[in-house]
């Protein structure tokens, strides 16, 4: 963390939830050394646990079942790029006479992101559960694509039962085939086919995913539009896309990963620093 606040790493091998002590345990001793505990986990329920036992915030820095902080990243990468979704706005992106500029009481302004339609083809991993909770709320439309195996590769129940809580649900599209999954699609995202835990199923998984990689030929066979980018959380593997794309003019995926580092600063000072930027904004003012 930054403005003169330390950091405490563990690592997997020296933090084991549940092997030596429960995760109730481990929230109370950790958190009565810090201001706050950003945690990356196995399964939802240690994070969940974490919580609740805590003293101070606990930040979901990823589980099995979703990662926000990823989301975070990617929106934050599509809005500094909003300009590459409309062509018909003249102004410089970084114009800050620009009306389409949303500023905050600090002076800084986050470019608007007009309506997308985002396609994901893959595995239903963590970084997808995010999205369909996410997207949707924001007025963008989702659609996915994953091999026909309702049990294996569709989201859990616990996961879309939260979709449909707040109803976004209406603004999905999920199927089968990637190409139907890409059409009309302005950015097209992928992730890993096989998450943690899941190495014995890599030949099964490869084999499911065949046709599923992400390539020029499949966006423009399925009528992606003709200025689609692309994201990944990464790391990536050339299976899920191919070499002309990770590195080609349509990739955001290095801004993307730039963008988790700024993103999570900005968590950390709402609900670790609790800096209070509104107060900061007042004293800029008199200044």
């Given at each position: 963390m930054s403005q003169h606040r330390e950091r405490v790493f563990h690592a997997r091998t020296g933090v084991?939830?549940?092997?030596?002590?429960?995760?109730?345990?481990?929230?109370?001793v950790i958190g009565g050394m810090t201001e706050g505990i950003f945690a990356r986990v196995g399964k939802h329920e240690e994070i969940e646990e974490l919580a609740k036992y805590s003293p101070v915030p606990v930040l979901n820095?990823?589980?099995?079942?979703?990662h926000p902080?990823?989301?975070?990243?990617?929106?934050?990468?599509?809005?500094?790029?909003a300009h590459l979704f409309n062509k018909t706005n003249t102004q410089q992106p970084s114009d800050p006479?620009?009306?389409?500029?949303?500023r905050n009481k600090r002076g800084i302004y986050l470019p608007e992101l007009r309506p997308l339609t985002v396609a994901y083809v893959g595995d239903?991993?963590?970084v997808l559960h995010d999205m369909l909770v996410t997207y949707p709320r924001l007025g963008h439309s989702l659609r996915v694509a994953s091999p026909l195996n309702p049990l294996k590769y569709r989201a859990p129940k616990e996961v879309w039962n939260r979709v449909e809580e707040l109803g976004c649900d209406m603004?999905?599209?999920?199927?089968?085939d990637p190409k139907e999954a890409v059409s009309g699609a302005d950015v097209v995202v992928t992730d890993t086919w096989i998450s943690m835990g899941q190495e014995a199923e890599k030949a099964q998984r490869l084999q499911d995913f065949n046709g599923y990689q992400v390539t020029e030929a499949l966006c423009r066979e399925g009528g992606a539009n003709p200025d689609w980018k692309f994201l990944h959380c990464l790391p990536r593997k050339q299976d899920e896309v191919d070499d002309e794309v990770?590195?080609?003019?349509?990739?955001l995926v290095f801004?993307?990963?730039d963008n988790r580092k700024w993103t999570t600063m900005a968590v950390f000072g709402l609900f670790i620093g609790r800096w209070d930027i509104h107060a900061e904004a007042n004293e800029s003012v008199k200044e």
């Open positions: 084991i939830l549940g092997v030596n002590e429960t995760p109730r345990d481990t929230a109370r820095a990823l589980s099995d079942l979703w902080t990823q989301i975070l990243a990617d929106l934050l990468t599509l809005h500094e790029h006479s620009s009306p389409s500029q949303k239903s991993a963590n603004g999905i599209w999920w199927g089968e990770f590195y080609g003019p349509r990739s801004p993307e990963a």
